[in-house]
């Protein structure tokens, strides 16, 4: 069983930056960022491997970064240049094997969320 628990959200006008950070207890090959706004469907933002590899959503790509510490099981998400789209609750995740795609239903472990707001 892993626990993840999320922190690092708040409020930030559009343009600006926040890191999200996700405590783990323990490692597996694949994380991954989500995201859920109100009234919407939950999508993938980032996935990353033990071994570093990350794909990116392409709404994301070059403005959000993902990246672990797998000796302090830690894992991050800086987001920059945020934009009123990006709002939403952020959910890490994790999942086991070394099959690793931004798949919601393949993931089996979840954090509680954090809430990103973003004002234009």
């Known amino acids: 069983q892993v626990q993840l628990v999320e922190s690092g959200g708040g409020s930030v006008q559009a343009g600006g930056s926040l890191r999200l950070s996700c405590a783990y207890t323990?490692?597996?090959?694949?994380m991954a960022w989500f995201r859920q706004a109100p009234g919407k469907e939950r999508e993938g933002v980032a996935y990353?491997?033990?071994?570093?590899?990350?794909v990116y959503a392409d709404s994301v790509k070059g403005r959000f970064t993902i990246s672990r510490d797998n000796a302090k099981n830690i894992l991050l998400l800086q987001m920059n240049s945020l934009k009123p789209e990006d709002a939403a609750t952020y959910y890490c995740?994790?999942?086991?094997?070394?099959?690793?795609?931004?798949?919601?239903?393949?993931?089996?472990?979840w954090g509680q969320g954090t809430q990103v707001t973003v004002s234009s």
């Open positions: 995740a994790a999942k086991g094997g070394s099959f690793c795609r931004l798949y919601e239903s393949d993931y089996n472990y």
């Open positions: 323990a490692s597996t090959y694949c």
């Open positions: 990353i491997t033990y071994l570093h590899t990350t």
